[in-house]
């Protein structure tokens, strides 16, 4: 089975300098184009969570960030054809909009997740502070 190599499908756009006018359309990436990341987001949150699990059973430590910049590297120039191919050997998806299901049950996931930190940043804050005002009435 012969292999084609990934297609660069993503169009880059011109960076805007400050001052000047861009149409709002214009900044907006193209149905495909966010099609496309919103298939590689899925791969590489599954495949991460995959190999996760596989380290922790190894009793091993999972570096996320080095496995997504490897990952980039590897299948940022897919197709979106060619990840939904990967999407569903791997993982079982048949349809773009299996995929979508998952992608904003990730989207939530993580957007809870970022809430939950900035509670936590807070709380820390805020300790902070009250310990330095108790350190002013001890004096």
């Known amino acids: ?3 084609t190599a990934p297609r660069n499908t993503h169009r880059t756009h011109k960076a ?11 900044q907006i990436l193209p149905v495909k184009d966010r099609t ?9 949150n599954r495949t991460g969570l995959k190999l996760q699990d596989q ?7 999972f570096d996320w960030d080095e496995f997504k910049a490897q990952f980039n590297a590897d299948y940022s120039e897919c197709s979106p054809k060619q ?13 773009v909009e299996e995929v979508r299901t998952a992608y ?8 809870s997740r970022q809430a939950q930190q900035v509670l936590e940043d807070y709380d820390v804050e805020e300790k902070e502070t009250d310990y330095d005002a ?4 001890e004096d």
């Not at 496309?36 to 590489?44: A, I, K, T, W, Y």
């Not at 904003?104 to 957007?111: A, C, D, H």
């Open 1 to 3: 089975m012969a292999t």
């Open 16 to 26: 805007v300098k400050p001052g000047k006018y861009t149409n709002a359309l214009e």
């Open 36 to 44: 496309r990341l919103m298939l590689l987001s899925v791969l590489r």
């Open 55 to 61: 380290f922790r059973a190894q009793s091993k430590d």
């Open 83 to 95: 990840l939904m191919r990967l999407l569903n050997e791997k993982f079982g998806f048949h349809t």
């Open 104 to 111: 904003l049950e990730q989207s939530k996931i993580r957007r």
């Open 134 to 137: 108790m350190d002013e009435y």
